[in-house]
């Protein structure tokens, strides 16, 4: 057997959104722009892509949801163009972020910083959340926007978007949120909350990798990051990817449909796991699960670096993912589990465990059954657990080489 | 960045198979108890190095017989990742039979070495070098405790990439010797900080006494104080060629001073130094006539040649005036 847990990377495209794709490559392949009828052929499809999406989300007619190549793309256009729309050409000069925002926000906020922008990176507490009375707390009159992932992807918290997006309605400022862990995952209703605009991604979600898409609440200005051939209304130019919105279209709805049935069935199978890795002494998982996408668990096991316990899972034929410096290319320490502080060494021992609607129950008893034997081995080899201590002074320091 | 570069390396694939093995299966994976010592009349060593929180941690067991110093058994425990226990259990592999003073010159390069599947292939990916430097400290650390010194008392030298093993002293004479500017060069010319990269610049992997951007710093100062002293003693001793820009044009001015400005200003005029620019063939000086030099016929002919003969003739062969 093999088991697939890191659906917070990425997923499984549903066969049956392969299936929709299909006709738009060699049938229906003409361009949506062109006059003729192959152009338009595609369109009956793409208007049913549309409505699928604005559905899922509960998106009025009034906002734009603009099709992307993908989540990195939609947080660089609105980084960007806030930055060109509101600092450039206005009188703001300030960005609010947090320390915990996917790469695609945190890394285009420091190249905006390199530019001359003020950018505040908040806090998490010890759950992985960020508190709306912080984000209150920083914003000033010269703050352009404030930007807060909806959940995070290491952890699966969920932070309060509701009340910030009324304090940020309140303020007068824009609110952006990187949806992508959210959407698919937890309901999302556009209407109940005040977010300006919100980035997203199909492959989060069983659609196809490389077709996002950026909501734009009230259809209201933002300078477009791609100029071109006036697309999507002169929002986004580039030939409309027709398969992929089409797939797209089709994956939201399949995810969002009975939502609540679909998360309670995910999240009975994750606290199913979480409960049995839980019974391992010095364990633990961040974030109340009550709080959490009903998918993700992110547990530290004392004693086990985390690319070892990888290791040994891939063994067993489970793909799972660290934060462990070892882990990444460059050994730098994972910055989301230092943000988060809950623990020194969580850095090093933090497994993320992220399951679909596609994972089952034998999956989960056979991943419970090699994760335990995989602790049990790393533990066994593990000094943290060795019973002979160090002859007299030949000890060891603790570190202290936890540098952001 | 090139084609090669632009899927990022899958770390676990650069790993050999000897790595994936002694991870799968160390051989020396375990401890050894002071009673089990004690029954073989020989005496326990355990050291650690590292901690679990900084991610890696080795615990090194030697029983060492006292008569003849020699590690007769050898056990190892440790918080890592794949390539750090690897690297554990080959380097109890390689103090097994060994003195404890020929166990000291293991290095981390010998245990690198020692899981290479053949000598061509580096055993893993540059970023895991560090887990071999861990084996080296501990077997320092492992032996200062059964000679009663200090650790440091084996090392010889300052080291400051411990994963390529490179020294202050080499460092320092490779950026004087090849006139290097750049971090890139260094890695290019020593490999240090081509690997974990902790000894680049503070805020890496591990906290380092001296890093790389540091001494290049220091060095490039000193080099460029030296070049300045040897500038100031050619300017005392008038070699006008190995002076400072600022040397040169002083030279110049203080020669026209001398010997031509008194002749221009009886005939109402006057000049300035506006640059100097030394070239390969010729240092050009470039002036303005003022006053009733301005325009003078003579400022082209007689006046240019009479100046630029004085300052040839003082200063440098390679000298050639350039009225603008």
Known sequence: MQVYLDNNATTMVDPSVVEVMQPFFSEIYGNPNSLHKFGTASHPALKKAMDQVYTALNASDDDDIIFTSCATESNNWVLKSIFNDHIVNGEKNHIITTEVEHPSVYSACKALEDEGVKVTYLPVNSEGVVEAHVVKSFITDKTALVSVMWASNETGMINPIKEIGEICKEKGVLFHSDAVQAIGKIPVDLQSVHVDFVSMSAHKFHGPKGIGALYIRNSQPLSPLLHGGEHMGGRRSGTLNVPYIVAMGKAIELATTNIEEKIASIRAKRDRLEDALLELSDTFVVGNRENRTPNTILISIRGVEGEGMLWDLNNGQIGASTGSACASEDLQANTVMLAIGADNELAHTGIRLSLSRFTTDEEIDYTIEHFKKAVARLRAISSSFAKVGPTPGGESKECELHFH | ?324
């Open chain 2, 1 to 324: 960045m090139a084609k090669n570069d632009l899927l990022g390396a899958s770390l676990w694939d650069a790993y050999s198979n000897k790595v994936t093995t002694l991870m799968n299966n160390p051989n020396h994976q375990g401890e050894i108890s002071e009673e089990e010592a004690a029954a073989h009349g020989n005496r326990l060593i355990v050291a650690d190095f590292g901690a679990e929180s900084c991610g890696d941690a080795v615990r090194l067991y030697w029983e060492v017989d006292p008569k003849t110093d020699v590690i007769v058994n050898s056990k190892f425990k440790s918080f890592g990742c794949g390539t750090a226990i690897a690297s554990s259990d080959i380097m109890t592999e390689l103090c097994i039979g060994k003195t404890v003073k020929e166990a000291v010159k293991i290095t981390n390069i010998d245990v690198e070495f020692a899981l290479r599947d053949n000598p061509e292939t580096p055993a893993v990916p540059p970023q895991k070098m560090h887990c071999s430097v861990m084996a080296y400290d501990v077997i320092k650390k492992a032996a200062a405790l059964y000679m009663g010194v200090d650790a440091d008392s084996f090392e010889e030298e300052i080291i400051v990439c411990e994963c390529a093993r490179v020294s202050l002293k080499t460092l320092q004479e490779v950026i004087r010797l090849n006139d290097l500017t750049t971090i890139e060069q260094i890695t290019d010319y020593t490999k240090a900080g081509g690997f974990c990269k902790s000894c680049i610049k503070p805020g890496g992997h591990e906290k380092r006494e001296y890093y790389l951007v540091d001494i290049l710093r220091d060095t490039r100062r000193e080099m460029d104080e030296e070049k300045m002293k040897a500038a100031a003693d050619a300017g005392s001793k008038g070699n006008f060629e190995s002076m400072t820009l600022v040397q040169q044009i002083k030279a110049i001015d203080a020669q026209i001073d001398e010997s031509i400005r008194q002749f221009l200003i009886m005939d109402g005029g006057d000049m300035e130094v506006i640059d100097v620019k030394p070239g390969d063939d010729y240092i050009d000086v470039y002036i303005r006539y003022l006053g009733a030099c301005n325009g003078c016929a003579s400022s082209a002919t007689g006046t240019l040649y009479a100046i630029e003969s004085t300052l040839k003739e003082k200063l440098s062969k390679k000298i050639r005036v350039l009225p603008i």
